[in-house]
Every structure is written in C-alpha cells, then in structure tokens.
C-alpha cells in the first residue's frame, strides 16, 4: 500500500488546475501532462485498450476472470479546483498524527484547526498528508486516481481475485462543470460507474444537486466623472445593489445547509460601463432552479426601471442535474456498493452530495454513478488535507466491489 501513498504525491505534483475562461478542452495542459503519466503506468499494469483521446480522456480496461460478469466503470477526474494554485505542490506527510492543529509550513498564517475540521479527531495517530500553504493539495481527486490505479494494480497482479471487467476513466475539467461533455458512454460500455471523488471514509453518495450557471451582464454609461451628473450608469453600483437585492437569509450557501438549495455569487469583474457576474444555482429539486432563475430575472428588471438607460441581461446555463433520478436504471448499482463497503470493514454511510460530480452527468447520459469516499477533506483551498489510512480503506471497498459485481449475471 505505500505505493498509494507514491502515486498520489506523484500526482498532485503535475499541475492541472482547470481554466473557466475557456472553451478549450481540456482547459489546461497539464492535464495532457498527468493523463500521459496515466497511460504509461497503466500499460505498465497490463491492462487493455489503453487509451488517451484527443481530449486528454484517459481509459484501460482491466479484463475480467470471469465468464459473464457485467463490465463496470471506476472515475475520478484529472483537473484541479482554480479556486486555489495547483502549481509547484509540495505534499507534506505527517505521520503518527499528534491530533492537534496543523500549521502549514511555507504559510503559518494558514492552520488546519479542529474547531474547523472535527474530523480531525477521529484522524489521531493516522498519516495526515497536506500541500506547504501556497497551494492546494489536489487530493480532489489525485486522491481518487491514485486509489483506482492501486486497485487496478492489486486485480491486475493477483489473478486468483475473481471480478468481471472493469473500465478505469480519468476524465478533465470536471471542477468547472464540464468534466463529461467529451466522455462517450457507449465506449465505456458498462452496467454502472462509480466516481471516485467523496470526502473522508465509507461515504456513499448517489443524490447531488441539480445545477445551473447564470450569467448576468450589467451594462451602464461611462463618461468622464467630473462631467458624469445626469449622465453616467455606474455598473458597479447596479452590480452592488443587484447582489444586495438577492436573498440573504435564505438561498445562502452562508446560511443554509442540509437539503436547502442556494442561489451563490461567485465571480464578479469589469469597470463602470459594463460588469458581470457568475452565480451559480443549487437545489436537490431540478425544477426549483426555474424558481431561483427568475428570482435573478425579476431583480434584474427591477434594476432596469428604476435606473433607465441601463441594462441587465441574465443568462442561465444548464450543468448538471441529481443523479438519484437515474439510479434506477441500474438497481444493483447503489446496493453492491454499500455491501462493498461492509466488506471492508466499514459501515457505509449514505449521503447527499451538496455540490456535483462527473457521476450527475454520467447518470443523465445513461450510465448511473454514484460517487465513493477518496479519504479527502477541506478541498479547494489551501487547507485541503487527505488521509492515507482512508485512502486505502478506498482500494479495499472497490477490490470488494469488483469481486461483488463479479458474481453477478448481465441483464
């Protein structure tokens, strides 16, 4: 097993922070970089049909022992969050963990507190891996990767584990919402998929948000200030007052929680003639996202009449919708996952995703997917932390998961 520990500090070196401001695909070469590593070290393990495509998707099949097994999918994704640096990462390995907070080293003004992570507690004596401070780590989802190419490993060089075929999918840009837009399910070609992509230990989670994106573009009137009286718009005024007109107390990500859905101003730049905003819409119930968007529309007619001559445009964007609609399809899927995970020694537990993963997307094409725990935590920040001990917890659930599927029959 310390070779999961090598693979993941191997990774999380790469720098594959995903871009928005694009439409290239995928958005940042270093992900060309890793789905390469990816490719040799799989070829290495022997695995068929060893792939990467011109999208820097990456796909093996790790070919089943046993006649008439269905075929199954492990994902996890090569981006990173572009909420913090992903460059020059330097994984810091804290072994035999004293339970107390954690400075990080290249910055001590960033902790990892246990009034902030709880978790933390239950981590006493485990090995604590964290990036130095100037970066995140990336253990979303390097930390995924790594846990697949070691199960991957483990069923590749012991022959006497029975399990039908598995895909092995590393996929892109998934931390700006367009980590399937170039994934061919047919080519995947399995009964059912897991991500994994899940925070800390036995969390099984196949319920995520639906998503939308809204862009909304303020445009005003510029003209120099000393001759602007009666005359300019400032956008980034109406800009403040659009924000301040949103809901506060409700359809916060600040102030809600649990099964709330949220509407969250994320992004806002530009000067006094035009700014724009990107705010991003969440709820378990799709159709509550028309109801968030017209909330957004109605301030922005507001703002229209009663400052005339300037303009709000909201666009909304769909991204991805809850995944429970389309486990169905597939009933086996969700189940043989918690009994992987009891088979592991551990008591699954079962959880509702406040955000997405490739598995939303991969469900509504067709092919339902849950998402698995990785052992990562705190992630899009500089204080993301992963757990090695978790982590391996992660290979043994899916070495379970592939005998489990291996003893059933297609449908």
Known sequence: MNKLLDRFCRYVKVETTAVEETTKYPSSDGQFVLGKMLVGELEALGLEKVSVDKFGIVMGTIPGNVKGAPTIAWLSHMDTSPEASGKDVKPQIIKNYNGKDIVLPKDKSRVITLADNPELAELKGKTIITSDGTTLLGADDKAGIACIMTAASTLMS???????????????????????????????????????????????????????????????????????????INAIRLAGQFIERMPWHRL????????????????????????????????????????????????????????????????????????????????????????????????????????????????????????????????????????????????????????????????
């Open 252 to 411: 916060a990500p600040e102030t809600e929680g649990d099964r709330d859905g949220f509407l969250h101003p994320y992004v806002i730049e530009g000067g006094v003639p035009e700014v724009s905003m990107r705010i991003l819409l969440r709820s378990f119930v799709t159709e509550e996202l028309k109801g968030q968007a017209k909330i957004l529309r109605d301030i922005g007619k507001t703002i229209e009449a009663e400052f005339p001559g300037a303009k709000v445009e909201v666009k909304v964007k769909k991204q991805y919708r809850n995944m429970i609609e389309h486990m169905k399809k597939e009933p086996r899927c969700v189940p043989l996952a918690a009994e992987a995970i009891k088979k592991a020694g551990l008591t699954p537990k079962y959880q509702s995703i406040r955000g997405g993963t490739d598995g939303s997307r991969l469900s509504e094409m067709g092919l339902p997917t849950p998402n698995l725990s990785v052992g990562m935590h705190n992630f899009h920040s500089p204080l993301e932390f992963a757990c090695y001990e978790q982590m391996q917890s992660a290979v043994k659930v899916l070495i379970q998961l592939a005998q489990l599927w291996g003893k059933q029959k297609k449908r």
């Open 158 to 232: 012991k022959k006497q584990i029975k399990h039908g075929p598995i895909r092995v999918v590393f996929t892109c840009d998934e931390e700006v919402g367009r980590g399937c837009d170039k994934v061919d399910v047919k080519k995947i070609n399995a009964k059912c998929a897991y991500t994994l992509d899940g925070e800390g230990e036995a969390g099984l989670e196949s319920e995520t948000f639906s998503a939308d994106l809204a862009t909304v573009k303020i445009t005003g009137k510029n003209i120099h200030p000393g001759f602007a009286t009666g005359v300019m």
